[in-house]
């Protein structure tokens, strides 16, 4: 091999090493937090999720409540239905110590059949910062060897069931108030248009923490 041909072998190699940083950097740059929505203290973001065919949200909001009445009241599944926007019925399939749950939900939004979804949460708390952590992930495998009354609920063919789905509830003490930081993912399943999953998606984050919200503080904080 003669010098030129060294010269312009090193050449490409650099350039197609400058070409994977660059793509790289892009990569990183879509991922970012792009904020969608404000109203008033509430902000709700997008980025695309780990699949990049779907987006995730994460979605903000102070409320005028202590850390552990909030993480109670977000544990307390059988109320979801009051504040959680298209939940129309949740129920707790088991709980150990508070600590862990496997919850059934079934979610009917307009326009879109009707979703039902295995979760399990889990806490987890700092005992340093007082920060907690509800951990979200779908688990539609749990009730099928499971024998447990509790599982028979879940063998309706009537909804669609979601598979894929993970997230967390992060709160941060801030005084007398909390902050709350919802993330999650889910993948809908069935065929749904990428604008109807948006429109969607926009909705249910936003006006489940301001009804939430709205609950809470005016339970007296």
């Given at each position: 091999?003669?010098?030129?041909?060294?010269?312009?072998?090193?050449?490409?190699?650099?350039?197609?090493?400058?070409?994977?940083?660059?793509?790289?950097?892009?990569?990183?740059?879509?991922?970012?937090?792009?904020?969608?929505?404000?109203?008033?203290a509430l902000k709700y973001?997008?980025?695309?999720?780990?699949?990049?065919?779907?987006?995730?949200?994460?979605?903000?909001?102070?409320?005028?409540?202590?850390?552990?009445?909030?993480?109670?009241?977000?544990?307390?599944?059988?109320?979801?239905?009051?504040?959680?926007?298209?939940?129309?019925?949740?129920?707790?399939?088991?709980?150990?110590?508070?600590?862990?749950?496997y919850i059934?939900?079934?979610?009917?939004?307009?326009?879109?059949?009707?979703?039902?979804?295995?979760?399990?949460?889990?806490?987890?708390?700092?005992?340093?910062?007082?920060?907690?952590?509800?951990?979200?992930?779908?688990?539609?495998?749990?009730?099928?060897?499971?024998?447990?009354?509790?599982?028979?609920?879940?063998?309706?063919?009537?909804?669609?069931?979601?598979?894929?789905?993970?997230?967390?509830?992060?709160?941060?003490?801030?005084?007398?108030?909390?902050?709350?930081?919802?993330?999650?993912?889910?993948?809908?399943?069935?065929?749904?248009?990428?604008?109807?999953?948006?429109?969607?998606?926009?909705?249910?984050?936003?006006?489940?923490?301001?009804?939430?919200?709205?609950?809470?503080?005016?339970?007296?904080?």
């Open positions: 091999m003669t010098t030129s041909s060294i010269r312009t072998l090193v050449a490409r190699m650099f350039g197609l090493a400058f070409l994977a940083v660059a793509l790289s950097a892009c990569s990183t740059v879509s991922k970012d937090w792009q904020l969608q929505k404000q109203q008033g973001y997008t980025r695309m999720g780990p699949t990049d065919s779907l987006p995730e949200f994460r979605a903000t909001v102070d409320v005028d409540a202590p850390v552990d009445k909030v993480m109670n009241f977000i544990m307390d599944f059988s109320r979801h239905a009051e504040w959680v926007h298209g939940c129309e019925l949740s129920r707790i399939l088991a709980m150990d110590d508070f600590s862990t749950a059934y939900q079934v979610t009917k939004l307009p326009v879109v059949s009707g979703r039902d979804m295995i979760m399990l949460a889990e806490i987890v708390r700092d005992e340093q910062t007082k920060q907690v952590a509800i951990n979200l992930s779908a688990e539609p495998s749990y009730c099928d060897n499971n024998l447990d009354s509790h599982c028979a609920q879940t063998r309706n063919t009537r909804y669609v069931r979601v598979k894929h789905a993970a997230g967390a509830f992060l709160l941060t003490p801030k005084g007398a108030q909390t902050h709350i930081e919802w993330t999650q993912f889910i993948d809908p399943a069935g065929a749904l248009p990428d604008w109807l999953v948006r429109l969607n998606l926009a909705q249910v984050p936003v006006k489940s923490l301001r009804n939430l919200k709205d609950i809470l503080e005016a339970d007296g904080g």
